[in-house]
């Protein structure tokens, strides 16, 4: 992904966000999950920019790697976007 690339993601998920209302009472259920999807996007997206800011590119690597999987699976599967949350490093090894 370029830099003009995740700018333009980032804005895209931001805008998304906005057009939610911001009131949790009012959202639906299914609201609320996409609510924590968007929020989750954009935290992992600005991870991957203080990466490439910082030229960490093991973080960089994880943090593009954790949201190619969200952006794929986790939207569908609620057990993979609790794996995602919890931030584990799979470098144990």
Known sequence: MTDEELQKEI???????????????????????????????KELLDKIKDAREKNDKNAELHHSMVYGLLTSWGETHPYLMSLVQSNLRWSAF
Request: aromatic share 0%; with cysteine; proline share 3%.
């Open 11 to 41: 804005q895209d998920v931001c805008e998304s966000i906005d057009n939610l209302p911001k009131s949790d009472k009012s959202l639906s259920k299914e609201e609320r999950k996409c609510r924590a999807v968007l929020l989750l996007k």
